[in-house]
């Protein structure tokens, strides 16, 4: 499974974003998808989460604010609304050979390369 984020780029406070993973290899209607962020001199941290039931789940600082979503077996998404400075980092989608979520990193079996999203004040 391969996995191939876009989607990042430079937006002002209160902008918003769309992210994509797209998943080539197999399909992965079967695998919960998760989407995860490292700022520089920071651990990498739990964003967003789908299950291979459509449930999700999300980090306290995001809720509200970002939603996760999958229209098939190979894409994932992430729409990032009033975004903040705070949200500036590399994020990064992965999949789990599970249906079911979890927001611990070590629980995912395939990660993408990352794409950058820069929030200014």
């Known amino acids: 499974v391969q996995l191939q984020a876009s989607g990042g780029g430079f937006v002002q406070a209160g902008g918003s974003l769309r992210l994509s993973c797209a998943a080539s290899g197999r399909t992965l209607s079967t695998y919960a998808m998760g989407w995860f962020r490292q700022a520089p001199g920071k651990e990498r941290e739990f964003v967003a989460a789908?299950?291979?039931?459509?449930?999700s789940s999300y980090a306290d600082s995001v809720k509200g604010r970002f939603a996760i979503s999958r229209d098939n077996a190979k894409n994932t998404y992430l729409q990032m609304n009033s975004l903040k400075p705070e949200d500036t980092a590399v994020y990064y989608c992965a999949a789990r050979a599970s249906p079911l979520l979890t927001t611990t990193p070590i629980s995912y079996d395939y990660w993408g390369q990352g794409t950058l999203v820069t929030v200014s004040s």
């Open positions: 789908i299950g291979g039931s459509s449930r």
